[in-house]
C-alpha cells in the first residue's frame, strides 16, 4: 500500500488499507461479492485485529456522516451529505489503537452512542467538530499540545475537532481565507499539517 496519509493519528488509515485490499482482491481474483458484502469483510477485520470499530462504512460512501446505529456497511444506519469542505489536519503523535480500544471500550461506547443522538445533521459541520472534541476530552485523548493548537484555531474564529484515535486536531474550513489563518495558527505547533478536500464518492477500484 502507498499510504497519503500518516498511519495511527486517527485518519482511518487501517480501515483505508482493509478496505482497499477487500475491494481490489475482489476484483482481481473474481469473486463476485458485491461492493457491500466486500466491505463487511474489511470491516470484520477491522474489529476482529482490534484496529478500529466502523471507519470501513465512512470510508465506503465518502462525505460527512452520522452514524445512527453501529455496525458494518449494510447493517449501520447512516445519515450521509456532500461536503463542499476543505479539511486543515495537524498530526502530532500515533496512537496505538487496539491498546487504546482495549482499554477504554466502554467508555468509547458509551458517550459514543449518546452524542451520535444528539448530532441530528451530518452537514453540521460546527457541532460534528465541537462534539469530537468533547468525546476525546472525556476519554483523556487531548495533550497539552493539542489543546495549545484548539485553542490557537478558537483564537482565529476557526472551529476544530479532535481525529481519534491519534494526536490529531482538524478543522473544516470554507473558501473564504479561513484555510490560510488556520495554517498560520496551527503553524507555531509543528507536526505534520496535511490540506485536503472531503471526497464525496467513496472507496472505488481505478484502472
Same mark, same amino acid.
Given at each position: 500500500h502507498e499510504a497519503g496519509v500518516p498511519v495511527g493519528y486517527g485518519l482511518g488509515s487501517s480501515a483505508a488499507v482493509a478496505l482497499s485490499l477487500s475491494l481490489a482482491l475482489n476484483e482481481a481474483l473474481g469473486t463476485g461479492l458485491s461492493r457491500e458484502r466486500a466491505a463487511q469483510v474489511a470491516h470484520a477485520a477491522e474489529i476482529r485485529c482490534r484496529t478500529g470499530l466502523g471507519d470501513v462504512a465512512g470510508a465506503l460512501d465518502?462525505?460527512?456522516?452520522?452514524?445512527?446505529?453501529?455496525?458494518? +456497511?449494510?447493517?449501520?444506519?447512516?445519515?450521509?451529505? $456532500?461536503?463542499?469542505?476543505?479539511?486543515?489536519?495537524?498530526?502530532?503523535a500515533p496512537v496505538d489503537t487496539r491498546r487504546y480500544i482495549a482499554d477504554r471500550l466502554r467508555s468509547i461506547n458509551g458517550l459514543g452512542g449518546r452524542m451520535a443522538s444528539e448530532l441530528r445533521s +451530518?452537514? $453540521?459541520?460546527?457541532?460534528?467538530?465541537?462534539?469530537?472534541?468533547?468525546?476525546a476530552g472525556h476519554i483523556g485523548a487531548i495533550t497539552p499540545r493539542m489543546r495549545g493548537a484548539m485553542r490557537a484555531l478558537g483564537a482565529e474564529g476557526i472551529a476544530c475537532g479532535v481525529a481519534l484515535l491519534g494526536q490529531t486536531v482538524f478543522a473544516l474550513v470554507a473558501d473564504d481565507g479561513s484555510e490560510a489563518r488556520a495554517l498560520g495558527a496551527l503553524g507555531p505547533f509543528g507536526g505534520e499539517v496535511i490540506r485536503a478536500r472531503i471526497d464525496n464518492e467513496g472507496a472505488r477500484v481505478e484502472g
Amino acid at each position: 500500500h502507498e499510504a497519503g496519509v500518516p498511519v495511527g493519528y486517527g485518519l482511518g488509515s487501517s480501515a483505508a488499507v482493509a478496505l482497499s485490499l477487500s475491494l481490489a482482491l475482489n476484483e482481481a481474483l473474481g469473486t463476485g461479492l458485491s461492493r457491500e458484502r466486500a466491505a463487511q469483510v474489511a470491516h470484520a477485520a477491522e474489529i476482529r485485529c482490534r484496529t478500529g470499530l466502523g471507519d470501513v462504512a465512512g470510508a465506503l460512501d465518502g462525505g460527512m456522516e452520522v452514524r445512527v446505529s453501529a455496525g458494518a +456497511p449494510g447493517v449501520a444506519r447512516v445519515r450521509r451529505a $456532500d461536503s463542499a469542505s476543505r479539511v486543515v489536519i495537524a498530526c502530532y503523535a500515533p496512537v496505538d489503537t487496539r491498546r487504546y480500544i482495549a482499554d477504554r471500550l466502554r467508555s468509547i461506547n458509551g458517550l459514543g452512542g449518546r452524542m451520535a443522538s444528539e448530532l441530528r445533521s +451530518p452537514s $453540521d459541520a460546527e457541532a460534528l467538530q465541537s462534539m469530537s472534541a468533547r468525546f476525546a476530552g472525556h476519554i483523556g485523548a487531548i495533550t497539552p499540545r493539542m489543546r495549545g493548537a484548539m485553542r490557537a484555531l478558537g483564537a482565529e474564529g476557526i472551529a476544530c475537532g479532535v481525529a481519534l484515535l491519534g494526536q490529531t486536531v482538524f478543522a473544516l474550513v470554507a473558501d473564504d481565507g479561513s484555510e490560510a489563518r488556520a495554517l498560520g495558527a496551527l503553524g507555531p505547533f509543528g507536526g505534520e499539517v496535511i490540506r485536503a478536500r472531503i471526497d464525496n464518492e467513496g472507496a472505488r477500484v481505478e484502472g
